[in-house]
Nanobody, 124 residues
Framework: QVQLVESGGGLVQAGGSLRLSCAAS????????MGWFRQAPGKEREIVAA????????YYADSVKGRFTISRDNAKNTVYLQMNSLKPEDTAVYYC?????????????????WGQGTQVTVSS
């Protein structure tokens, strides 16, 4: 089992940047596929990005490609989401999640462990 704690959210103006961090407990962080999801008010939770165990493979939602970068540091048990050129439509609660899948997966159902979420608000 793994416990996840997100940080780094906040209020930023459109065009600005934020870096989210997700710290994981336990000694097996490197065995998990990690993902970032977000949920805006009144909308379904959607995947933003995901990364493989060794960082060799990544996935990005079309809406964030070229603006967001997911990375991980297995020595620090941490996954990051660098968010640049933020837009008001990026406003949401962002969640970190861990999956025991072998390869990168994008379905919420494949992620068994979730953080509590961190709010990101982008003002226009």
């Amino acid at each position: 089992q793994v416990q996840l704690v997100e940080s780094g959210g906040g209020l930023v103006q459109a065009g600005g940047s934020l870096r989210l961090s997700c710290a994981a407990s336990g000694r097996t962080f490197s065995s998990y596929i990690m993902g970032w999801f977000r949920q805006a008010p009144g909308k379904e939770r959607e995947i933003v990005a995901a990364i493989s165990r060794s960082s060799s493979s990544t996935y990005y939602a079309d809406s964030v490609k070229g603006r967001f970068t997911i990375s991980r540091d297995n020595a620090k048990n941490t996954v990051y989401l660098q968010m640049n050129s933020l837009k008001p439509e990026d406003t949401a609660v962002y969640y970190c999640a861990a999956s025991t899948a072998i390869a990168v997966v994008t379905s919420r159902a494949r992620y068994a462990y979730w953080g509590q979420g961190t709010q990101v608000t982008v003002s226009s």
